[in-house]
T-cell receptor, first 115, second 108 residues
């Protein structure tokens, strides 16, 4: 059983508000990535953090931002929420940003509904 | 740009019948392909990766660079195989691009 945990599991926000989603990576994993999965779609890469630094970003606007802490846990922040931000947000962790062959483990996700 | 295409959103087969879930990719570098599975009310989990060349739960997938495909196959479907299946390509370091997914339903 993977050790990636996310909170909250579900939340509802109003358009224009801000949201913070949290992720605890699997023990020993120093790389955390965030994905957005809209209904009926595959997950889309938002950004990745490695040793507290952003290490790549997908096609998402600057109002999507993140942090990684010294214990490798991470936050995803979304400002000025829009209706289209409604999705499942997945956190994924792995053991290193520079090596091949390491398995990427996913959390159960946080369901965000924007009304 | 890297892209993964799963042409079938839905696939329904009878128990005991062969299953093939299609995946095609576009990537300028050396590809590393995966299949992830999501059972009902469970998290996304790795099913298999092409570099391992292994069979998991009876599923196999062969990377065909000429056809840029990584189709997932199983000779005899079981009811517990019903799930969402996602093909994914690793790009950069530990980053994945996913296909849209195929919902596989195994009928009794």
């Amino acid at each position: 059983e993977t050790g990636v945990t996310q909170s909250p599991t579900h939340l509802i926000k109003t358009r224009g508000q801000q949201v913070t989603l949290r992720c605890s990576s699997q023990s020993g994993h120093n790389t955390v990535s965030w994905y957005q999965q809209a209904l009926g779609q595959g997950p889309q890469f938002i950004f990745q953090y490695y040793r507290e630094e952003e290490n790549g970003r997908g096609n998402f606007p600057p109002r999507f931002s993140g942090l990684q802490f010294p214990n490798y846990s991470s936050e995803l922040n979304v400002n000025a929420l829009e209706l289209d931000d409604s999705a499942l947000y997945l956190c994924a962790s792995s053991s290193s940003a520079g090596r091949e062959g390491n398995t990427i483990y996913f959390g159960e996700g946080s369901w965000l509904t924007v009304v | 740009a890297q892209r993964v295409t799963q042409p079938e959103k839905l696939l329904s087969v009878f128990k005991g019948a062969p299953v093939e879930l299609k995946c095609n990719y576009s990537y300028s570098g050396s590809p590393e392909l995966f299949w992830y599975v999501q059972y009902s009310r469970q998290r996304l989990q790795l099913l298999l990766r092409h570099i391992s060349r292994e069979s998991i739960k009876g599923f196999t997938a062969d990377l065909n660079k000429g056809e840029t495909s990584f189709h997932l196959k199983k000779p005899f479907a079981q009811e517990e195989d019903s799930a969402m299946y996602y093909c994914a390509l690793r790009w950069g370091a530990q980053k994945l691009v996913f296909g849209q997914g195929t919902r596989l339903t195994i009928n009794p």
